[in-house]
């Protein structure tokens, strides 16, 4: 069984950054892949950026050229930058670990808790 504990979520002004962070509890981290999810208010939840046990990232165009994705597999924790963000970024953030880097969320065995990021504007 896989733990996620998502971490960095909070208030943050437009045009401003924050970084969350994935802390998986499992010494085999390396191999899986890393997805990052969100869901705003009233939708459904969307895949965000993706990153491959290799370090090969993906990302939705929403937030192509805004976030990066990277991760330390000694710290077995995986990361989401986020720069320049804007009110539409507001929603719960999930990460996810599975065997591929995927869009879709049914190829992730495992989800964190969500952290909360809010974009005032």
């Known amino acids: 069984q896989v733990q996620l504990v998502e971490s960095g979520g909070g208030l943050v002004q437009a045009g401003g950054s924050l970084r969350l962070s994935c802390a998986a509890s499992?010494?085999?981290?390396?191999?899986?892949?890393m997805g990052w999810f969100r869901q705003a208010p009233g939708k459904e939840r969307e895949f965000v950026a993706g990153?491959?046990?290799?370090?090969?990232?993906y990302f939705a165009d929403s937030v192509k050229g805004r976030f990066t994705a990277s991760r330390d597999n000694a710290k077995n924790t995986a990361y989401l930058q986020m720069n320049s963000l804007k009110p539409e970024d507001t929603a719960v953030y999930y990460c996810a670990a599975g065997t591929l880097m995927a869009k879709a969320e049914r190829m992730y065995d495992y989800w964190g808790q969500g952290t909360q990021v809010t974009v005032s504007s």
């Open positions: 499992v010494s085999t981290f390396s191999s899986y892949a």
């Open positions: 990153i491959g046990w290799s370090g090969s990232t």
